[in-house]
Nanobody
Framework: QVQLVESGGGLVQAGGSLRLSCAAS????????MGWYRQAPGKQRELVAT???????NYADSVKGRFTISRDNAKKTVYMQMNSLKPEDTAVYYC?????????WGQGTQVTVSS
């Protein structure tokens, strides 16, 4: 059984920072891509950032220059440093792992940015 355990969400004022973490455990083989998606109330889930096993990154235009994704392959953990947060970043953030053994999602962590 595969588990993705997320942490680091919370309430922050606009302009502040948060760091999200997601650790994968269990029978997960050959991770290709790790990433973060988010879903705001009444909106569809959207890609925020991804990182491949080789370190190539991809960001949504709305977060470029403010968010930084990184990963520790040995720990099967992905991080996302979020700086200069805006109220429009408020959403539930989901960790995603694409691996040879499957496509996995975390339970989500709430990020709320107050103005």
């Amino acid at each position: 059984q595969v588990q993705l355990v997320e942490s680091g969400g919370g309430l922050v004022q606009a302009g502040g920072s948060l760091r999200l973490s997601c650790a994968a455990s269990g029978s997960i083989r050959s991770i290709f891509v790790m990433g973060w998606y988010r879903q705001a109330p009444g909106k569809q889930r959207e890609l925020v950032a991804t990182i491949t096993s080789g370190g190539s990154t991809n960001y949504a235009d709305s977060v470029k220059g403010r968010f930084t994704i990184s990963r520790d392959n040995a720990k099967k953990t992905v991080y996302m440093q979020m700086n200069s947060l805006k109220p429009e970043d408020t959403a539930v953030y989901y960790c995603n792992v694409k691996a040879f053994s499957g496509n996995y999602w975390g339970q989500g962590t709430q990020v709320t940015v107050s103005s």
